[in-house]
């Protein structure tokens, strides 16, 4: 249950400052909070994280226990370089009504993002793959839920680069210390 909790937070953390609850917030404000925007957060959600968790459960079997921590330090660390160096997209001026357009950019740009690179590196170290996935699952539909919800006022109201620099800067310090630890340097 712990990869549940550890899933939830980090990915709900990550997601928080990534690209898609901005892009999310700017098309329901737009386009209107419609129930297939909703749904299409959940589905491409759902798809991301089965496809970092299935990944891990791949090449997990191949790595040997010291390896495992080293992989877990690697995408820790690229966690927090995608979290610092990721900069927001315009919104085009006229945005698609295409779901399926819609869903295709934000299903690439989860499956490219800090969140999918947290679930792989959970599911490597635990070895199985539900937990992280539905941890992960709830936690980045959750966060892009809420921006749904907000609308315009998701990028007014919050301090995003604030928690960009927060999030990136933690991410890449636990990736420093599993290094470390993997290592022996640390005890």
Do not use: H, N
Not at 91 to 101: D, K, N, Q, Y
């Amino acid at each position: 249950m712990t990869a549940f909790f550890i899933a939830f937070l980090t990915c709900a953390f990550a997601s928080l400052v990534g690209r898609e609850p901005i892009l999310v917030a700017r098309l329901s404000e737009r386009l209107g909070q419609g129930p297939g925007l909703l749904a299409l957060i959940w589905v491409c959600s759902a798809l991301s994280a089965a496809t970092a968790a299935w990944a891990a459960q791949t090449i997990a079997p191949m790595l040997v226990p010291a390896a495992k921590q080293i992989f877990v330090a690697a995408a820790l660390g690229l966690a927090g370089l995608d979290t610092l160096l990721r900069r927001q997209r315009r919104l085009p001026v006229e945005p698609t009504r295409s779901l399926g357009a819609i869903g295709a950019v934000l299903l690439f740009g989860q499956l490219t993002g800090s969140a999918s690179f947290l679930i792989l590196a959970l599911t490597v170290l635990t070895g199985g793959p539900y937990l992280p996935f539905l941890g992960g699952t709830l936690g980045s539909a959750g966060i892009l839920t809420l921006a749904w919800l907000a609308g315009e006022y998701w990028e007014k109201r919050l301090p995003l680069r604030v928690f960009q620099y927060v999030a990136g800067g933690l991410f890449l310090l636990a990736g420093i210390v599993v290094l470390l630890l993997a290592k022996g340097l640390l005890a």
